[in-house]
């Protein structure tokens, strides 16, 4: 893995400007691009914000191939409007996001239709990372040392997260967001030395100048992909990523104590009180943490702990190999007996040769479980299973319901 000189801090550098505590909250109604414009323009403008740089890395979250409307990852709309703000600044926007480990970049890449989105809205696609830059952070306590692509130094660190659970650190939104920019290697150190403590230190060596949180469909209950989608209808946006976080916090109803990572970022950073601008958006939502036992958090810790020694002597990952057995995670299985075979998860599959119908079996090894079956099946013919905490997939006209998205109003 070819590296830099190491360096200890990435992003905006130096002494924090009076306004980085400023966090804005808009209620989006029909139109999303027109608030992320108006939320970057209430903090500066992206003049001010890339200040002479000519490239703007966008970091959105695309854990997985589901849609932005479970909740799961970022509105593409809303990349769109930030990447058309770039361009009008004169700079480049440049998209760089790896899914979960388990999950296949161009897979993911395809079931969400990103090659042509990028295309349509002129965005580079950072496909190949060529050169990784070692960051060491000051003060970093258990995560010492980190790689992200070599294209941030010199680049305008835009971070685009979504507002949602998580079932290992609570919650994912602005400060979480930041790991999918590292390789699996060092993704693995996070969830063996403790992921909560390494959130904090990733914060420490990287700080994006812009951060803006979808909110117009985030996810409760067991996320990051398999949670109830929650209709909040706002963005957040502010430069400080605990900032950001703490007035999520609010607007979705969780004690930040209550997080590990928020604990730790406040006890450590020092207290964040974000000044809120924008508008009076106030309280949306309840939102469930996830309930998870003792024995999966041991589970997982184990997956990645017994990980080092496999890759060394193959290469390979464990948590991938047990993702395409069916071991562990969610999987869809059609039963045998409510299906017709009238071929719409066929149809709706974006990936060849995942579904068989002559089998009525899917072929674990290529789904990625996006779940568009389970969504297009007018019988309810495919259950979803897994280790995950996964949910029923969300209500449609078909299927007769399960799961199927809250909606929150002011206050509820």
Known sequence: MPTRTPITQLGVTGIPPPHALQVVTLHIGNDIEDATRRAVELLGGMHSLLDGRRVAVLKPNFVAGRSSQTGATTNLRLIAAVAEAVHAAGAEPVLCEFPGTEFDYEATYTILGLEEFCRRHEIRILRQVDRWLEVRPDGARRLKRFHVPAELADGCFINLPVLKTHVVSGMSVAMKNLMGLLPRRDRRTMHTLGIQQCIVDLNR????????????????????????????????????????????????????????????????????????????????????????????????????????????????????????????????????????????????????????????????????????????????????AGMSGAQKAPATAGAGGAGGKRSYGADQ
Not at 345 to 352: I, Y
């Open 205 to 384: 060596g990287i700080r994006p100048a812009l951060n803006i949180v979808d909110g117009s469909v985030g996810q409760d209950g067991n996320g990051p992909l398999y949670g109830r989608a929650a209709n909040l209808g706002v963005i957040v946006a502010g430069r400080d990523t605990l900032a950001v976080d703490l007035a999520c916090c609010q607007l979705c109803g969780v004690d930040p104590l209550t997080i590990g990572h928020w604990r730790l970022g406040q006890a450590q950073f020092g207290e964040c009180h974000p000044q809120v601008i924008g508008e009076s958006v106030g309280r949306l939502a309840s939102f469930a943490l996830p309930k998870v036992s003792a024995l999966y958090r041991f589970a997982f810790w184990l997956m990645y702990a017994l990980d080092y020694p496999l890759h060394w002597l193959t290469g390979d990952d464990l948590c991938t190999i047990l993702f395409k057995t069916g071991m562990v995670g969610t999987r869809p299985r059609i039963i045998d007996s409510a299906c017709t075979r009238c071929g719409k998860c066929v149809d709706a599959c974006p990936l060849p040769e995942a579904i068989d119908l002559h089998s009525l079996r899917v072929n674990l090894r290529t789904c990625q479980r996006c779940l568009l079956c389970v969504e297009a099946c007018p019988e309810g013919a495919i259950a979803v």
